[in-house]
């Protein structure tokens, strides 16, 4: 069984930062791409930022140069460092992982359980 742990929400002023963490952990054989993803009320969830194996990261315009994801391959964690946070970054978090849990089985997608991220005053 695979688990994907998100941690590191919580409440912050604008302008303010977290970093939210994600863990994997269970039967892994392999992890290829991973991604944050996030969800507002009354919005569709969206991708936010996204990290392959050997690092090479995406993200959503409006996050550029504000947030930045990184993992730790050793670790099967992935990470998001939020700065300049705004009020319309509030959302529910989710990491995603492909995962593969042998050699001879295909990757599925996990999702974590979400972690909640609201900036206000």
């Known amino acids: 069984q695979v688990q994907l742990v998100e941690s590191g929400g919580g409440l912050v002023q604008p302008g303010g930062s977290l970093r939210l963490s994600c863990a994997a952990s269970g039967s892994i054989f392999s992890i290829s791409g991973m991604g944050w993803y996030r969800q507002a009320p009354g919005n569709e969830r969206e991708l936010v930022a996204a990290i392959t194996s050997g690092g090479v990261t995406t993200y959503v315009d409006s996050v550029k140069g504000r947030f930045t994801i990184s993992r730790d391959n050793v670790k099967n964690t992935m990470y998001l460092q939020m700065g300049s946070l705004k009020p319309e970054d509030t959302a529910v978090y989710y990491c995603?992982?492909?995962?593969?849990?042998?050699?001879?089985?295909?990757?599925?997608?996990?999702w974590g359980q979400g972690t909640r991220v609201t900036v206000s005053s």
């Open positions: 995603n992982a492909r995962i593969a849990i042998s050699w001879y089985r295909p990757e599925s997608d996990y």
